[in-house]
């Protein structure tokens, strides 16, 4: 059973840096497309960045030049590092992946496995 776990969220100022991680358990996701979404209260879950097996990325267009989507599949493991950080970035963060997806994509109903989220707060 594929389970997806995330970390690295915390409260920063305005301006900062974090990077959130996610591992993967339960299966081997060299070809696994992934995917970071986040949700704010309030605010539908959106699609923030994406990545396939080849390192094709894909960005929604509030975090192109500030965010950065990498994987490391001799660890499983899929990274966000998040640069310059805005108020508007606080939102719990997910980890996806759709094991079916073949490039890059932000549309939350094509990803079927999910993390529990991790919370990233951005004070001004």
């Known amino acids: 059973q594929i389970q997806l776990v995330e970390s690295g969220g915390d409260s920063v100022q305005a301006g900062g840096s974090l990077r959130l991680s996610c591992v993967l358990y339960g299966y081997t996701f060299d070809d696994f497309v992934m995917a970071w979404f986040r949700q704010a209260p309030g605010n539908e879950r959106e699609g923030v960045a994406s990545i396939d097996g080849d390192d094709r990325t894909r960005y929604a267009d509030s975090v192109k030049g500030r965010f950065t989507i990498s994987r490391d599949n001799a660890k499983n493991t899929l990274y966000l590092q998040m640069n310059s950080l805005k108020p508007e970035d606080t939102a719990m963060y997910y980890c996806?992946?759709?094991?079916?997806?073949?490039?890059?994509?932000?549309?939350?109903?094509?990803?079927?496995?999910w993390g529990q989220g991790t919370q990233v707060t951005v004070n001004s």
């Open positions: 996806a992946t759709s094991a079916t997806l073949l490039r890059p994509d932000l549309q939350r109903n094509e990803y079927r496995y």
